[in-house]
Structure formats: C-alpha cells, structure tokens
C-alpha cells in the first residue's frame, strides 16, 4: 500500500469552535509530507487525533491501512513543538529510561544513544542535568528520543523553533537522512522557508480545512505565473508588449539580467525565439513561485478580508 497514513473527513469541535472540518489527507510512505498552515489553523488538533491523544468526532485514520488504534502509538515517533523533558534528571539516564519504555532494551538503548549523541556531537553532556543544557541543545536531546526507536511514522512540530541556522541546518539533513533510510515524515509548520528544502508532498491547512494538497514541485507549477529570468552577455532588449514585458533589470560585471513576464498563450519555445533575435542569451529560466508565495495567495483573501473588517470597525 503505497500511503502509511490516511485522514478521512475528520472533523473536531471543541464547543463552539470547530478545530478541523471535513479534513482529509494522505501520508505516502518514504517521504516528508508538509503539513502547513498559520497558527490556529487546526494543525495540532490533527496531530493530536493522528497520536490517539484525542478521538475524531467524525471521520477515520487509517494506519498501515487498517484503522489506527492505540497499540499504533508505539509506530509512530512525536517531537511536539513544547518539549517534555525533565529538567532535574540527567541526560542520559533520562534518554535510556524513555528509550526502554518505547520498546528497546537497555544494551540497545544504549548502543544507539551512543551513536547518535556522537553524531550530534553532544556525549560530553550525558551526565549533565537537563537544565545546564541550551534550548537548542534540549531540542537535540528530544530529536534524538523521538526517532531512536525507528518508528514507521516521524511526527515533528515546529521541529526548527529556537534552533540558530547552523543547528537548523544540522536536523534539516538528518530528516532527509531518515527518509532516505526509509521513514515516512509529517513536518508540521507555518514557517515557508525550509519547506521547499525538506517536503516532498504538502497540505496546506486554513480555517480548519485543507486548501492546497500534492506534490510540492507540482504545486509551484500548477501556479506559475509566466515569469522568467534572463541573462543576457551583450545587447539592449526592447519590450514588446505583444509578446512579454520587462519587470526588472539589472547589470553586474557586464551582464544584463532581466525578470519578464510572458503574454498568456505565448509558447516558452516562441518566446525563446523573439529574445534570442534581440540579445545573446547567457541563461534563461522560468521563476516558479515559492511555497511562501503559494502560501500568501492561498490565505491572503482571508487576510485581507479579517484586515478590512477590523479596519472598519476601528
């Protein structure tokens, strides 16, 4: 079966407020999926029914295509955005005691702890109390409890929040690492900027409802906007606006490069043709939006509209 994990039109209220409507999504195996949407959209209450830590009011889970139930748990790794450590127990006493609980043996536990605390560069700190750790260096130590086990299912909230770009950096290869190896990966943020880097598929969550779901490279293509960069090693393009207009120009060292915009219908190949007439093309390429872009545009009405009605109101 080719997804590990599948929502079915789940919905969760809690009073009057209704935290997910209708939401289906579906969790390919051996990929880091996006789940994507600004604070309040519903994320962590899909996490929390996807752990079994609260029930659907309608809807189904399926887990490794049968529904999920609690025994599942134990598949499935969880690196909440507020960590739960405790901060007066030592490091790797309290590493190999949570390790033990997810199923590992002592021997094992330890063996692999081992490894990752000298990959992380942190075995210095084992016999440190939690809280002569950094934040950044707490959240090494949870990484590390989260996958030791070698779940069939990685859930990871926020997981980059208080880490400098260096360490940011450092857990983005190791996400892609383990998916490599194999693990299926739900990365849940309202941050745009490292989606585009780590996820292979996402869905975009907005008011409680899924807005935008697929494949990250099909979904910047799905929206493109007929933009293109031009790099250009001798002669002045002239617009015609027939065919494309110049957004942007800018020399440097010698070259020309321009941002233009195609006239809807025009062919990439026609286009190539008309410059190539004009100029000597040094390079060429389309600008696909970024998933920030995407992401503006998806929930920008919205934004706009509470941003006018407020407005209204003052």
């Given amino acids: 079966m080719f997804n590990l994990l599948s929502v079915r039109g789940v919905s969760k209220r809690f009073a009057a407020h209704t935290a997910l409507d209708n939401v289906s999504i579906e969790v390919p195996r051996g990929r880091i999926f996006g789940l994507l949407g600004p604070n309040g959209a519903g994320k962590t209450t899909l996490i929390r029914i996807i752990n079994h830590i ?115 950096e450092l857990l983005k290869h190791e996400m892609l690492q383990l998916r490599d190896r194999g693990a299926t990966i739900i990365f849940s943020t309202h941050n745009m900027a490292s989606v585009e880097e780590v996820c292979d598929d996402i869905a975009l969550i907005h008011r409680s409802q899924v807005r935008l779901q697929g494949n990250v490279r099909e979904i910047r293509e799905q929206h493109r906007t007929g933009e293109f960069s031009l790099t250009t090693t001798a002669g002045q393009l002239s617009e015609h606006p027939e065919l494309f207009s110049i957004l942007e120009q800018v020399e440097h060292h010698g070259l020309t490069t321009y941002r233009l915009k195609k006239q809807e219908g025009l062919s990439n190949s026609a286009l190539v043709q008309s410059l190539a007439s004009e100029v000597e093309i040094r390079s060429f390429s389309e600008i696909l939006p970024t998933m920030n872009d995407i992401f503006l545009r998806t929930v920008g009405d919205d934004v706009a509209a509470l941003t006018g009605n407020q407005t209204q109101q003052a």
């Avoid at 969880?78 to 590493?95: H, I, N, T, W």
């Avoid at 605390?117 to 707490?138: H, R, V, Y």
């Fill in 54 to 168: 609260t029930l659907p009011d309608t809807g189904e889970v399926l887990f490794d295509g049968k529904p999920l139930s609690q025994e599942d748990v134990a598949y499935i790794g969880y690196l909440p955005e507020e960590r739960g450590l405790y901060r007066k127990m030592k490091v790797g006493e309290q590493a190999l005691y949570l390790a033990q609980l997810k199923g590992l043996s002592h021997a094992e536990a330890k063996q692999r702890l081992e490894m990752w605390f000298e990959k992380f560069q942190i075995m210095p700190w084992w016999n440190k109390k939690l809280e002569e750790l950094s934040k950044g260096m707490q959240q090494k130590i949870q990484f590390i409890i989260t996958v030791l086990h070698e779940p069939k299912l990685l859930i990871f909230d926020e997981p980059f929040s208080g880490f400098d770009p260096l360490n940011a």
